[in-house]
């Protein structure tokens, strides 16, 4: 028997408007991508198209920089509106240097610039902001879906994250509905008995990285289905992804 | 058609000891998991299995610990010869703080304990060392696989990171042959034409990341095929996991 997991692209959805409901057209695509959703899938959305149904984009021609983000975007060349609009979105700065401006959002995630991003946006200079609350983003997406086609499957919101001390970015969960996000083996036992000191998994962050890779950046796959993660699936929505921000007082890098 | 990838863990392997080849006993556990290993496939291997192949494990009543270990020790509660066994195998302390010692390895992972850990090791107070350069384990992993399997696919060690910000651990490559390790997107147009602006998947911490949930931290499944990722996967063995080390100068959280 196989032991395993299987990633699956859902392609074909249309380009998201304000005012889209995602749950009908996810569940509509997954069945056009020949993927019939289960309870125990988990449906990892990229939060770009999450913001866009939720009206978080913003056209940066109306935004009108403080004198604080136009010193800030001097300094790091960049344009003052999209400085302003970050600062906007954040509580605090954690680095700002050379050309990177890493914040605390207000949703509590530690990322570059916000999350605020520009690609597979339409629009010259349109950009998107994060969901305001992503958790309440995947929960209400979870209902669409058992509202349309009755599944309740785990729902992640993703989005690119950059790391220090590596290249490159992962996608990383931002949102949860129905997911133990964090699944603690530690006071367990190993094979040998001895017992697992820290170890646990970050399971919503690796369902993200894993459906990334069914993506391609430049077309956009705006969901995939991953399928046998169901022993992480919950009947209950969970405390979502704010679960796994790390308390400032935890924390030694910020 | 579906888009995707598969993710299927190699089960079955017997207890690894020192002077194991791992190619021949992959090979034969991808076999008896019902895996044809392709050229295309992602072979994730897990770190301990190759430390342990590799002889990289300790015993701690053999360490003397230094006074530097020893007071470090002390104030993080930590074993003195534990500590010095991390000191011994780090350039450079990067937080000692409360109960946590991250430095930066002789690798060049800024990772918890120079990624020494006691788990799925036998003997009581034996622990397992990072293997002395991951890359050339893999390569070496790559190489033992076209011989006994005639097959090429890329390989990875993979081991288990915690994060700055968020909790829970991730699984990341630290050694990684016949893979583009990091997918550069950037000055490639979107859909709309607007360029990219900074994304570059980290293809290899995204692999050893969907390996991770085909495992169970428990009886420790030592490796997992992908399958799915073959635009990744190279004729040559390239770079590395080397790659993704971000230079202390361009690092702005060390």
Same mark, same amino acid.
Do not use: Y
């Given at each position: 028997?196989?032991?395993?997991?299987?990633?699956?692209?859902?392609?074909?959805?249309?380009?998201?408007?304000?005012?889209?409901?995602?749950?009908?057209?996810?569940?509509?695509?997954?069945?056009?991508?020949?993927?019939?959703?289960?309870?125990?899938?988990?449906?990892?959305?990229?939060?770009?198209?999450?913001?866009?149904?939720?009206?978080?984009?913003?056209?940066?021609?109306?935004?009108?920089?403080?004198?604080?983000?136009?010193?800030?975007?001097?300094?790091?060349?960049?344009?003052?509106?999209?400085?302003?609009?970050?600062?906007?979105?954040?509580?605090?700065?954690?680095?700002?240097?050379?050309?990177?401006? *890493?914040?605390?959002?207000?949703?509590?995630?530690?990322?570059?610039?916000?999350? *605020?991003?520009?690609?597979?946006?339409?629009?010259?200079?349109?950009?998107?902001?994060?969901?305001?609350?992503?958790?309440?983003?995947?929960?209400?997406?979870?209902?669409?879906?058992?509202?349309?086609?009755?599944?309740?499957?785990?729902?992640?919101?993703?989005?690119?994250?950059?790391?220090?001390?590596?290249?490159?970015?992962?996608?990383?969960?931002?949102?949860?509905?129905?997911?133990?996000?964090?699944?603690?083996?530690?006071?367990?036992?190993?094979?040998?008995?001895?017992?697992?000191?820290?170890?646990?998994?970050?399971?919503?962050?690796?369902?993200?990285?894993?459906?990334?890779?069914?993506?391609?950046?430049?077309?956009?796959?705006?969901?995939?289905?991953?399928?046998?993660?169901?022993?992480?699936?919950?009947?209950?929505?969970?405390?979502?992804?704010?679960? *796994?921000?790390?308390?400032?007082?935890?924390?030694?890098?910020?």
């Amino acid at each position: 028997m196989r032991l395993g997991l299987e990633i699956v692209a859902v392609t074909g959805l249309p380009e998201i408007r304000e005012g889209d409901d995602l749950g009908p057209l996810i569940a509509s695509g997954a069945e056009a991508s020949d993927v019939q959703l289960t309870d125990g899938d988990a449906v990892v959305v990229a939060q770009k198209i999450v913001s866009k149904a939720e009206g978080r984009t913003r056209d940066l021609a109306g935004v009108e920089p403080s004198e604080r983000a136009s010193e800030l975007a001097h300094g790091l060349g960049k344009d003052p509106r999209l400085v302003e609009l970050i600062l906007s979105e954040s509580v605090r700065v954690v680095r700002a240097e050379r050309d990177v401006l *890493i914040v605390e959002t207000r949703q509590g995630w530690i990322c570059a610039n916000a999350g *605020i991003d520009a690609s597979n946006v339409p629009g010259g200079e349109t950009v998107a902001l994060l969901p305001v609350d992503p958790d309440a983003s995947a929960r209400r997406l979870r209902a669409e879906l058992a509202a349309v086609a009755d599944v309740s499957p785990a729902v992640l919101v993703a989005d690119t994250f950059g790391r220090p001390w590596r290249l490159g970015q992962t996608d990383v969960a931002i949102g949860c509905a129905g997911l133990e996000v964090l699944d603690d083996w530690r006071g367990r036992g190993d094979q040998h008995g001895r017992t697992l000191k820290a170890t646990t998994v970050a399971v919503a962050d690796e369902l993200a990285a894993a459906a990334d890779l069914a993506r391609n950046k430049a077309d956009g796959v705006p969901a995939v289905v991953v399928r046998g993660a169901e022993r992480w699936v919950t009947s209950d929505d969970g405390p979502g992804a704010a679960l *796994i921000r790390r308390a400032a007082e935890d924390d030694l890098f910020r």
